[in-house]
């Protein structure tokens, strides 16, 4: 590592020559952050795979409605509702997504066959990369484990469409498993605790194995896979403009392999303001609770609490409520809707009520608070109520967002693989310069 002293005695002096006023983003006409003046997003593609539906555009401006997910034109609350008992509706949404149509029942049988063929993860892969290495954070730990199958692929870099699809649903397949390994080695060699590796099962779907590969005694209730198949599909994809499909679509323009691709992902979801956001949440409830005292406590204390939230007095003095407000939806999340509709089901099997009932009654109490304040509620989003849903299916902060890769990875490939259907270009926005031209001093000179 370098030395930080050394270093700042020029970073301080630096400050001359990087300051660019945000004035200057209206004045020379430039999208600061690939966003226009009112907030929503610029359009930087076409896409067939998802849309997110949060506002309507009238009057030269923007006209706030109840938000909507759409893949491939199907509206996700339909998915989930039509899943029942009859099959998991993440391999559904995974078939969807890559093929762009709604399978009849025999083509999703030999889908999820194909998906479940892959569970399998190569010989010594466990023990080389993930017990004999094991990551501080497993984002980290993902990165490395994703670029490390590249070693295992006979022809890698073939970008070919159909390969791009084939390795796609393979990383898909593995993922879950890889996650869960990476956990046990963490904890094992960091906290001491136990280890304990099982093999993945070919009976069993991606939501049901991950839960089995997470609990020692592998044990379920169909309450629990449902509610995770269902936060897979929520969290399958949302759109192409999202930080890390973004992300993973400009590295997959270059022509690179899909194991850079999905690193490029997973680096972009690890941040908080993306896909690390539902850590948050459950941090800010952590405080919350410590403050009110508890899930019992009444509608005065937690109406205090959100008070000091917003005031920047509680939790990471941010000033932020999080789990409230989206950068596309403006009336609803849809996500956040069916979310608790399904975590009331599990709450009532395991005795959760309670805290569920705190975490309804703090929405509601906080968005009074923010249109006092404000002027204006914030929807609930998605990260509200997945971070409560994770407790309650006892998956540990770790894996939260790891969790969030192993759903989204599907989203990324479908849009790898449409963007090479369409445009075979590099993905090269365009900056201005706005700094001064400066002559070449020697350096006796200087």
């Known amino acids: 590592m370098v030395k930080e002293s050394f270093l700042a005695q020029f970073y301080g002096k630096s400050q001359n020559y990087t300051d660019i006023p945000n004035k200057w983003y209206k004045e020379y006409n430039v999208k600061k952050g690939l966003r226009?003046?009112?907030?929503?997003?610029?359009?930087?593609?076409?896409?067939?795979?998802?849309?997110?539906?949060?506002?309507?555009?009238?009057?030269?401006?923007?006209?706030?409605?109840?938000?909507?997910?759409?893949?491939?034109?199907?509206?996700?609350?339909?998915?989930?509702?039509g899943k029942k008992e009859s099959h998991f509706g993440y391999e559904e949404t995974c078939f969807l997504l890559l093929f762009g149509y709604l399978p009849k029942k025999a083509e999703l049988e030999k889908f999820c066959n194909v998906v479940r063929h892959c569970y399998t993860i190569p010989d010594d892969f466990v023990e080389m990369n993930l017990l004999r290495f094991p990551g501080k954070n497993l984002m980290n730990k993902l990165q490395d484990a994703v670029l490390t199958l590249y070693n295992y692929d006979d022809d890698p870099d073939n970008t070919d469409v159909y390969q791009t699809l084939v390795k796609g649903v393979n990383l898909l397949a593995k993922l879950p498993s890889i996650a869960c390994y990476a956990y046990q080695s963490k904890v094992h060699y960091y906290d001491r605790e136990s280890l304990f590796i099982h093999y993945a099962n070919p009976e069993y779907s991606i939501a049901e194995n991950f839960l089995s590969l997470l609990r020692k005694d592998q044990k379920f209730t169909s309450k629990e896979a449902n509610l995770l198949d269902t936060i897979l599909m929520l969290h399958a994809d949302h759109g192409g403009?999202?930080?890390?499909?973004?992300?993973?679509?400009?590295?997959?323009?270059?022509?690179?392999?899909?194991?850079?691709?999905?690193?490029?992902?997973?680096?972009?979801?690890?941040?908080?303001?993306?896909?690390?956001?539902?850590?948050?949440?459950?941090?800010?409830?952590?405080?919350?609770?410590a403050e009110t005292g508890g899930y019992d406590a009444d509608d005065k204390k937690i109406r205090q609490s959100v008070e000091k939230l917003m005031a920047g007095e509680l939790y990471d003095r941010s000033g932020l409520v999080y789990g409230?407000?989206?950068?596309?939806?403006?009336?609803?999340?849809?996500?956040?809707?069916?979310?608790?509709a399904?975590?009331?089901?599990?709450?009532?099997?395991?005795?959760?009520?309670r805290e569920l009932d705190f975490y309804i009654r703090f929405e509601?109490?906080?968005?009074?608070?923010?249109?006092?304040?404000?002027?204006?509620?914030?929807?609930?989003?998605?990260?509200?109520?997945s971070g409560f849903a994770y407790g309650m299916l006892r998956i540990p902060r770790d894996l939260y967002t790891?969790?969030?890769v192993c759903s989204r990875v599907v989203g990324w490939v479908a849009h790898n693989i449409e963007n090479k259907l369409y445009d075979g270009r590099i993905m090269r926005p365009a900056t201005k310069y706005v700094g001064d031209n400066m002559d070449y001093v020697p350096m006796p000179e200087r």
């Open 241 to 289: 403009g999202n930080n890390s499909t973004f992300t993973n679509v400009v590295i997959a323009s270059t022509g690179t392999d899909i194991y850079s691709t999905v690193c490029g992902g997973i680096g972009s979801l690890k941040g908080p303001r993306h896909g690390g956001a539902n850590i948050k949440v459950a941090e800010m409830m952590d405080a919350v609770l």
């Open 364 to 385: 509601r109490i906080a968005k009074e608070v923010m249109e006092e304040i404000k002027g204006k509620a914030l929807p609930t989003n998605v990260d509200f109520y």
């Open 402 to 404: 790891p969790l969030f």
């Open 342 to 353: 399904c975590c009331m089901e599990v709450a009532k099997e395991q005795k959760h009520t």
């Open 36 to 81: 226009n003046e009112d907030g929503t997003g610029v359009r930087i593609g076409l896409t067939r795979v998802a849309d997110v539906v949060g506002y309507e555009e009238a009057d030269g401006g923007i006209k706030a409605i109840p938000g909507r997910l759409l893949y491939r034109g199907v509206d996700v609350l339909d998915l989930v509702k």
């Open 324 to 340: 409230f407000g989206h950068a596309v939806y403006t009336v609803s999340d849809p996500r956040a809707e069916v979310l608790k």
